[in-house]
């Protein structure tokens, strides 16, 4: 047997009110990738970020791509997550740096 529903009304524009007011602080995933990129830029120091194309660093690049697969599966418990450092032209950025935590290319991100 198959249930039926009743129609959802939704009310008039007029009835809606502001749930919460805005307070003009900065929240999202837009500043999370920003965060993020600024991050990598300090990691890698200026000249090796910069190598790092436009295209990569868009939103649905490959590099942003992979961060973006750590931000979702984050659950607010230590994690580690590695996101491949992108070779452009064939020149490497850095492939192995201890002290950066990156190891073949890859950098650990500790969440």
Do not use: H
Request: aromatic share 8%; hydrophobic share 35%.
């Amino acid at each position: 047997m198959q249930e039926s529903y009743p129609p959802l009304t939704l009310p008039k524009r007029e009835d809606i009110g502001v749930a919460d007011s805005p307070t003009g602080d900065k929240c999202g995933a837009v500043f999370v990738d920003r965060d993020f990129k600024s991050w990598l830029q300090q990691k890698l120091g200026a000249q090796n970020f910069a190598k790092i194309s436009e295209e990569k660093l868009a939103t649905g690049g490959r590099l942003m791509k992979e961060f973006e697969e750590a931000k979702t599966a984050f659950s607010g418990d230590d994690q580690e997550f590695y996101i491949s450092i992108p070779v452009d032209e064939g020149i490497p950025i850095i492939a192995n740096d201890p002290t950066r935590n990156i190891t073949e290319g890859e950098i650990r991100l500790e969440l």
